[in-house]
T-cell receptor, first 112, second 112 residues
Framework: GENVEQHPSTLSVQEGDSAVIKCTYS??????FPWYKQELGKRPQLIID?????GEKKDQRIAVTLNKTAKHFSLHITETQPEDSAVYFC???????????FGAGTRLTVKP | DAGVIQSPRHEVTEMGQEVTLRCKPI?????LFWYRQTMMRGLELLIY????????DSGMPEDRFSAKMPNASFSTLKIQPSEPRDSAVYFC??????????FGPGTRLTVT
């Protein structure tokens, strides 16, 4: 089955700096890669996703890149703000089976 | 739409008692997922249903756990008998077949 690894487990940046979180996956059949943000005590919420037919996707300050050959994908947050502080999860799944596997999460702290 | 609805939001029970968690997916969604989240193990997929049929229950920790989906608008996750190590936040999520999953608010279970 799919195995998703996520690094780093914790990340601390100064407000305004960029943050990068990286994930690798094992199943070459995976073709959907979402990123979720989970604030303390809240539910995970989808912030951006990418499918295997594209290499990059942007939404304002957030971007995700995908390297299918190397089986890794990354989340980039630019101009970080304190409200970006949360735990971020990457995930991978195949549209054929809906079996989504999550990374272990990255706790991002943005210092004002 | 009210989103995914879970009940109860908090449950405190004694070891050995039966616990039933409930989920109402987003109307029109045909896939439903149960996850368990703990600090030690992160976000784990327990079981998921497509069109009310259980597809993969390999994540269910043991026979004490069971899940049902009697119709398209309701699912239960039951633990019998409960143990202190079952203490966690249990999330239900649903999707419409386009793979994006929407999480409910979660049930925080404490077994003493």
């Amino acid at each position: 089955g799919e195995n998703v690894e996520q690094h780093p487990s914790t990340l601390s940046v100064q407000e305004g700096d960029s943050a990068v979180i990286k994930c690798t996956y094992s199943d070459s059949a995976s073709n959907y890669f979402p990123w979720y943000k989970q604030e303390l005590g809240k539910r995970p919420q989808l912030i951006i996703d990418i499918r295997s037919n594209v290499g990059e996707k942007k939404d304002q300050r957030i971007a995700v890149t995908l390297n299918k050959t190397a089986k890794h994908f990354s989340l980039h947050i630019t101009e970080t703000q304190p409200e970006d502080s949360a735990v971020y999860f990457c995930a991978a799944s195949s549209s054929n089976n809906n079996d989504m596997r999550f990374g272990a999460g990255t706790r991002l702290t943005v210092k004002p | 739409d009210a989103g995914v609805i879970q009940s109860p939001r908090h449950e405190v029970t004694e070891m050995g008692q039966e616990v039933t968690l409930r989920c109402k997916p987003i109307s029109g969604h045909n896939s439903l997922f149960w996850y368990r989240q703990t600090m030690m193990r992160g976000l784990e997929l327990l079981i998921y249903f497509n069109n009310n049929v259980p597809i993969d229950d390999s994540g269910m920790p043991e026979d004490r756990f069971s899940a049902k989906m009697p119709n398209a608008s309701f699912s239960t996750l039951k633990i019998q008998p409960s143990e202190p190590r079952d203490s966690a936040v249990y999330f239900c999520a649903s999707s419409s077949g386009t793979v994006e999953q929407y999480f409910g608010p979660g049930t925080r279970l404490t077994v003493t």
